[in-house]
């Protein structure tokens, strides 16, 4: 593993374990529908994919509801769920050996920007990504494909700067959902599959991970 020097990664599932808000904000969203969705599992689903997918996959949301059910979302999870969150142990000293070690870190999320950047900076993690690229209110560059063609391109024109060698055949997308693999294998990458998130072995076996690990610590050793 040691090829690679620049590291995209998922956000939610991989570096913070946003569940707990992401799931108390759809199931708010869900409640003016009248859904009470007494399984979790379903709701846990939530976490990763573009929410509008997840609307009109799982409950036969029409396009119109589903971003209306994504503002009732927002109106709880952009004041409270997003701090009903935390980094997974072992992340922030992993994030800063990384670093340390030489390796250009980005993150290639479907999160919208604005709200990405105020995770990191609410954990102080912000200061070991180079590169951040998310989604838009609007939903504009949704799709993990798009998220990732954006991040290598600003990597590219950060190597160009500072000399460092071509970034494609040297980057890899570290993610805990099967949107994470297909996005990468979409674009050219290899991808980590990662257990501890919100994905399983199952889902990341089917979708072609072209690693697995199942913890913070065996990610560590892949790359360090």
């Known amino acids: 593993m040691d ?20 799931m108390n904000a759809a199931q708010i969203a869900l409640s003016r529908y009248n859904i009470e969705e007494a399984d979790s599992e379903r709701l846990r689903l939530f976490v990763g994919p573009p929410l509008d997918k997840s609307f009109m996959e799982r409950y036969g949301f029409s396009e119109e509801q589903a971003w209306e059910a994504i503002g009732y ?19 922030d000293n992993l994030l800063k050996e990384l ?9 290639a999320s479907s999160k919208p920007i604005v709200l990405i950047h105020r995770v990191l900076g609410h954990f102080d993690i912000d200061k070991y ?7 838009e209110l ?10 990732i063609e954006e991040v290598i391109r600003q990597l590219s024109e950060l190597a160009l700067e500072r000399g460092l060698p071509e970034v494609k055949e040297l980057s890899i997308m570290i993610g805990d959902r099967c949107y994470d693999v297909e996005g990468a294998h979409s674009f050219g990458l290899p991808c980590v599959g990662v257990l501890y998130g919100y994905g399983s072995r199952e889902e990341m076996e089917e979708a072609g991970a072209d690693y697995i690990t199942e913890t913070v610590e065996t990610l ?5």
């Open 220 to 224: 560590g050793e892949l790359f360090l």
């Open 73 to 91: 979302f927002r109106e709880y999870y952009n004041k409270t769920g997003i701090f009903e969150n935390s980094v997974y142990p072992g992340m």
């Open 138 to 147: 609007d939903g504009t560059r949704s799709k993990k494909s798009e998220v």
């Open 3 to 22: 090829k690679y020097r620049f590291l995209l990664f998922d956000l939610d599932g991989t570096v913070t374990d946003s569940g707990p808000g992401i």
């Open 99 to 107: 670093k340390e070690a030489g390796y250009v870190l980005a993150i």
């Open 129 to 135: 990504f180079d590169v951040v690229v998310g989604c």
